[in-house]
C-alpha cells in the first residue's frame, strides 16, 4: 500500500520518523509532505532518508506544478494519513481551506484520509476544535482519539499523538480489504535469479522484486495463504507471507515444486535463461579470458504449466521493450499459462515505483495505465479473487 504522510507542525512531528520506519517494514511505500510548521520539528532530510524518497514541501514548486503536484500525489496514494495533525492544521481541513501544498492536496482528493490529532489538552478541549473534529468526522474522515498522559508542554491529558503501533494498526484498519482469497494459497516467484560462474561470481540481472513483492502482499492482504519465492533482493518481507530465499534457477525451480500444489501461481520472477557450467573453484586471472559454457536453465513456468500439478490460475509475466502486446500474446500461448501479463520495460521500470502493463488472458489484451506497482498489485489480486471464486 501507498501512504501519502502529511506531517503537520507539533513536537510529536518526531514520532512521524518512527512510524514511517514501521510502514516501510511492513513493506508500505510511504511518501511525505512536510507542512511548514513541520519543517521547524523535523527536516525534509530526515523523512526523505527514512521515506527513500523524495519529501513534498510547497505547492509553489514549479516542477511539480507542471505535472500537477498536489493532485499526482493524492492520485498514487492508498490513503492520507495526516500525523501529527495539530489545531490549526484540523481548523484549516475542516473550514476546506487549500493554502498550502497539504491542505490543497487534501482538498482535491478522493482517498480516504486518516487524521491522528496531537497538541496541547487545552487546545484538544477547546470547543473550536471539538467543533472542527465533529466536522472532520461529517466529511467521512477518521479522526482518531489522542491519547492521554503526560505532554510535552508539562501538563496532563487528552492530546498526546498515539504510539505508532496504533497509528500502523488504524491504517490497517482503515485500508482492509475484504478477505476475497480466504482458503486460498497462492505461489509468488519475485527478483532475479543469480547464477554462479565460480563460488566467487555470478551472473545477475536488474530486477527488483518490488512487483513480485508487491503482488505478494496484495493477495495475503485479501487472505490468501502466500508463499513467496524470492531471488536474491532487499525488500523486507511483506506482513503475513511465507519466503523462501534462492538464489539460481534451479533453487527457484525446486522452491516453486516444493511448494505445490497452490490454487494459483504468480510467476513474476526474471529468471535467468541460462546458468554456467558448474566451475568448482574460483576462476584465475590468466592469459587468455575464460570461456563460459552456458547451459539452458529449466523453464519454471513452462514446466509447471504442463505438469499434472498445474494450477487451477497460472500467470506468467514478461518484460519486453517493443512490440510489448504482440509479444505478450505468442509468449502467452508459448508457455501455457492462463493470463500473461507484460510488462514495458523501455523506461525505469526496473527498481522503480511504477509499472505499464498489458493483461492478456482468453478475452483479449486490456492495457492499463502507468500505475504504482502497489496498484498494479491490487487490481491483479482483485482479478485473481474474482477468477477464483
Ligand atoms: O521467457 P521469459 O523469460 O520472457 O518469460 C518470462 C516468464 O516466464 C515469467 O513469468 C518468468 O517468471 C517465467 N520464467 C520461468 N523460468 C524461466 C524463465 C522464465 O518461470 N527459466
Redesign the pocket.
Known amino acids: 500500500m501507498r501512504i501519502l504522510l502529511i506531517v503537520g507542525g507539533g513536537i510529536a512531528a518526531y514520532k512521524a520518523c518512527e512510524l514511517i520506519r514501521l510502514l516501510r517494514k511492513l513493506g508500505h511505500g510511504v511518501r511525505c509532505v512536510l507542512t511548514e510548521g513541520g519543517s521547524h520539528f523535523v527536516t525534509p532530510m530526515t523523512l526523505a532518508a527514512l521515506s527513500e524518497d523524495q519529501v513534498f514541501t510547497t505547492l509553489w514548486d514549479l516542477k511539480d506544478e507542471a505535472e500537477m503536484g498536489h493532485i499526482q500525489l493524492s492520485r498514487q496514494a492508498t490513503l492520507i494519513v495526516v500525523a501529527p495533525a495539530t489545531a490549526d492544521l484540523i481548523a484549516r481541513m475542516a473550514a476546506g481551506l487549500s493554502n498550502d501544498l497539504a491542505t490543497t492536496l487534501l482538498l482535491a482528493t478522493d482517498k480516504p484520509v486518516l487524521c491522528v490529532p496531537a497538541m496541547n489538552v487545552r487546545m484538544w478541549q477547546h470547543p473550536a476544535t471539538v467543533r472542527n473534529v465533529a466536522q472532520l468526522r461529517a466529511d467521512g474522515i477518521i479522526v482518531l482519539e489522542p491519547d492521554e498522559g503526560p505532554m510535552a508542554c508539562g501538563e496532563f491529558g487528552p492530546g498526546r499523538l498515539p504510539e505508532p503501533q496504533a497509528i500502523v494498526a488504524a491504517i490497517e484498519a482503515a485500508t482492509a480489504t475484504t478477505a476475497s482469497l480466504a482458503g486460498k494459497h497462492i505461489l509468488v ?1 519475485a527478483g532475479p535469479t543469480h547464477e554462479p560462474i565460480d563460488p566467487v561470481r555470478y551472473i545477475a540481472n536488474r530486477s527488483s522484486g518490488r512487483q513480485g513483492f508487491a503482488i505478494a502482499a496484495a493477495l495475503a492482504s485479501r487472505g490468501a495463504r502466500v508463499t513467496l519465492v524470492a531471488g536474491p533482493v532487499s525488500l523486507t518481507t511483506p506482513a503475513g507471507v511465507d519466503r523462501v530465499d534462492v538464489q539460481s ?1 534451479l533453487d527457484m525451480a525446486a522452491a516453486v515444486d516444493a511448494a505445490l500444489p497452490v490454487d494459483a501461481a504468480v ?7 541460462w546458468r554456467v557450467e558448474a566451475i568448482p573453484q574460483k576462476v584465475k586471472k590468466g592469459t587468455a579470458p575464460p570461456t563460459l559454457t552456458l547451459v539452458e ?6 514446466t ?1 504449466a504442463s505438469s499434472s500439478r498445474r494450477p487451477a490460475l497460472l500467470i ?4 519486453e521493450t517493443e512490440n510489448v502486446v504482440d509479444h505478450a500474446i505468442a ?1 502467452r500461448s508459448r ?1 501455457g ?1 492462463d493470463w500473461l501479463v507484460a510488462n514495458d520495460v523501455s523506461g525505469d521500470v526496473f527498481g522503480g515505483g511504477e509499472n505499464t502493463v498489458h493483461l492478456v488472458t482468453d478475452a483479449g489484451v486490456e492495457s492499463w495505465t502507468r500505475l504504482p506497482k502497489e496498484e498494479v498489485a491490487a487490481r491483479l489480486a482483485d482479478r485473481i479473487a474474482e477468477t477464483l471464486s
Not at 267 to 273: E, H, Q, T, W, Y
Not at 316 to 319: E, Q, R, V
Request: with cysteine; net charge neutral.
Open positions: 516467484t534457477a510467476m513474476v520472477a526474471a529468471v535467468a535463461d536453465n529449466p523453464d519454471i513456468l513452462a509447471l506468467g509475466f514478461a518484460a509468449k508457455k499459462c
